[in-house]
């Protein structure tokens, strides 16, 4: 985790396995957050709370989080107010594992939740088999 000069926070994902630090090192930088990582083929049910903004918004440019690529996250954190909350969702597939041509390799999701955050409660991914594209 990083602060660009203009604000911004630059998340780069190297591994899932510690969500508890991935979401202290973003309170330093006064982004409160709900970091949840998830087996492969599992998700959150949701919705977790009052969503203020969705994955799909927060995909557009001036937004408060860009779509990761490269395993990189941009989050503007003058885009989130005192009473919201990112909640951050990932699942990957272990490495071990070969997934076929096609196939998800690992899964985000992002949102934007005014006041409380429900806890995550796993449930089948119904599309974590399914071809991409």
Same mark, same amino acid.
């Given at each position: %985790? $990083?602060?660009?000069?203009? &604000?911004?926070?630059?998340?780069?994902?190297?591994? !899932?396995?510690?969500?508890?630090? !991935?979401? =202290?090192?973003?309170?330093?930088?006064? %982004?409160?957050?709900? %970091?949840?990582?998830?087996?492969?083929?599992? =998700?959150?049910d949701?919705?977790?709370?009052d969503?203020?903004?969705?994955?799909?918004?927060?995909?557009?440019? &001036?937004? $408060?989080?860009?779509?990761?690529?490269? &395993?990189?996250?941009?989050?503007?954190p003058?885009?989130?107010?005192?009473?919201?909350? !990112?909640?951050?969702?990932?699942?990957? =597939?272990?490495?071990?594992?070969?997934?076929?041509?096609?196939?998800?390799? #690992?899964?985000?999701?992002g !949102?934007?939740?005014?006041?409380?955050? =429900?806890?995550?409660?796993? %449930?089948?991914?119904?599309? #974590?088999?399914?071809?991409?594209?």
């Amino acid at each position: %985790v $990083s602060e660009d000069a203009d &604000g911004t926070i630059v998340v780069t994902i190297a591994e !899932l396995r510690d969500a508890d630090q !991935l979401e =202290r090192d973003l309170a330093e930088l006064g %982004v409160r957050a709900d %970091v949840t990582y998830a087996p492969a083929g599992k =998700r959150c049910d949701g919705p977790r709370g009052d969503i203020v903004a969705d994955r799909t918004a927060l995909r557009e440019p &001036g937004t $408060s989080l860009s779509y990761p690529k490269g &395993g990189k996250l941009t989050i503007d954190p003058a885009r989130i107010g005192a009473d919201q909350t !990112l909640v951050m969702e990932f699942s990957e =597939r272990d490495p071990a594992e070969s997934a076929e041509d096609g196939m998800t390799v #690992w899964r985000y999701g992002g !949102l934007i939740v005014r006041g409380e955050v =429900r806890p995550c409660a796993l %449930v089948d991914d119904e599309f #974590w088999n399914k071809p991409i594209g």
